[in-house]
């Protein structure tokens, strides 16, 4: 199955992406196909299609020419357009989650519902036709999966139905900011990445670039004339597998750890921020002692934590700690898979956090919250409901997998 990596050093627009999926392969009688399967009034469009050289770099550039336009559409309008369009159920699927995205992003600038946005210049039929284009073309060329390079934003003014607006538009940035998406300084002023071409890889792309063996590349050309060559390119191919045992089994997912050196705080402190990190989001805290300058002894208060979540995290251990910075890396965790059952003692039930690895069970931990709670309700000892808890929790895991002297239900860090 092919897989596409779209390189965007001049930036992307709905046209150009148009215009590297024709130049990588994708007929334009498909695309002309297409855009009649939108049903759109007989003679209101037309698409074409011509070669030019940009910098000395041969491209494709896509023009579509929209007669009799209506005046701004709502989001329930342009729905409604690709509903009543005959396209295959993923293409109608993809183009209307693009123009949903497109819809929250500009209801959130403008502070209001998605039903209640107005799209302008996103709503126009060549809007229409460049969206629902590009997610045929993935479709025909059988990319399922997409991935895109970092996006270069640059400086200055553009114009829109609400008059001048800074660049990158407001729409562009919100759409990018939701989904984390790398940039990178533009190589000159002007609008690079329109807000069509943002909401097309937000909801479509992966913002990394792939192990390829590549086949084919695709050049889209940009209408605007820059000091460098305006286009995009389309690289597909096969995605190369990793080396067996390059990594370890078991899903994996890119976190970031937040971390801060203390010398001046009050130790009980340390408690009641724990607790307001896990609050926020934090996935795990923990503390170290570090020796700081002037000798002095101290702590570094560290956190795990998903991406989505630093600018809260940060902004709560500089305002609930001493701290005056806080640094920030990205770091891969591997996961095990887990799931939680529950198992009888004769103190009552406790819930078990069963731990898997290649679909063999291969340990077992009982909840310590449980345990205490049940030693305290009956009088026991609590290491004697936990260790019933384990007993108890021993034949959910494989015996085959338990490495040897490993205790049932011990966890290996």
């Not at 498909?30 to 299609?49: E, F, I, M, R």
């Not at 039903?115 to 073309?137: P, Q, S, T, W």
């Not at 997409?146 to 940035?173: K, Q, V």
């Not at 005056?324 to 891969?332: A, C, E, I, M, S």
């Amino acid at each position: 199955m092919p897989v596409a990596y779209l390189d965007t050093p001049s930036g992307i627009s709905g046209d150009i992406f148009l215009g590297c999926l024709v130049d990588a392969g994708w007929p334009l009688a498909s695309l002309q196909n297409t855009v009649d399967d939108l049903n759109l009034p007989q003679g209101s469009w037309k698409v074409s299609a011509r070669p030019l050289m940009q910098g000395g770099i041969r491209a494709t550039r896509i023009e579509v020419e929209i007669r009799d336009e209506t005046a701004e559409r709502h989001l329930a309008d342009v729905l409604k357009i690709i509903e009543s369009a005959t396209l295959p159920t993923e293409v109608a699927r993809r183009a209307a989650a693009v123009f949903t995205r497109l819809a929250e992003a500009e209801a959130h600038i403008h502070g209001t519902t998605t039903d209640a946005v107005h799209f302008h210049e996103v709503g126009a039929l060549d809007a229409i036709v460049d969206i629902v284009g590009v997610c045929a073309g993935l479709h025909e060329l059988a990319v399922n999966d997409l991935y895109a390079s970092p996006l270069p934003l640059g400086p200055g003014w553009g114009s829109s139905m609400h008059g001048r607006i800074p660049l990158p538009a407001p729409a562009t940035l919100e759409l990018l900011a939701a989904v984390d998406a790398p940039t990178v300084p533009a190589p000159g002023p002007g609008e690079l990445v329109t807000p069509t071409g943002a909401a097309l890889l937000a909801e479509l792309a992966h913002f990394r670039q792939p192990k390829l063996r590549l086949r084919t590349i695709g050049y889209g050309a940009g209408q605007k004339q820059f000091d460098w060559p305006n286009v995009a390119r389309l690289w597909l191919g096969e995605e190369l597998a990793e080396a067996p045992n390059q990594h370890p089994p078991g899903p994996t997912e890119s976190l970031l750890v937040l971390e801060t050196n203390i010398d001046d705080m009050n130790p009980e402190m340390y408690e009641p921020v724990q607790r307001s990190l896990f609050d926020a989001g934090a996935l795990d805290v923990w503390t170290t002692a570090i020796g700081m300058k002037k000798a002095r002894p101290g702590t570094l208060l560290s956190v795990l934590a998903a991406p989505a979540d630093e600018s809260a995290l940060s902004t709560l251990l500089l305002r609930e700690t001493t701290t005056l910075g806080v640094r920030v890396f990205p770091v891969r965790r591997h996961i095990a898979e887990r799931d939680e059952k529950k198992v009888a003692t004769p103190f009552g039930p406790v819930r078990v956090k069963v731990k898997r690895v290649d679909g063999n069970a291969v340990g077992a931990k009982p909840e310590f919250d449980d345990c205490q709670a049940l030693a305290e309700a009956t009088g026991t000892p609590l290491p004697s409901v936990y260790a019933a808890a384990l007993a108890a929790a021993a034949p959910l895991v494989d015996s085959s997998s338990n490495p040897q002297g490993q205790e049932e239900g011990s966890e290996v860090a």
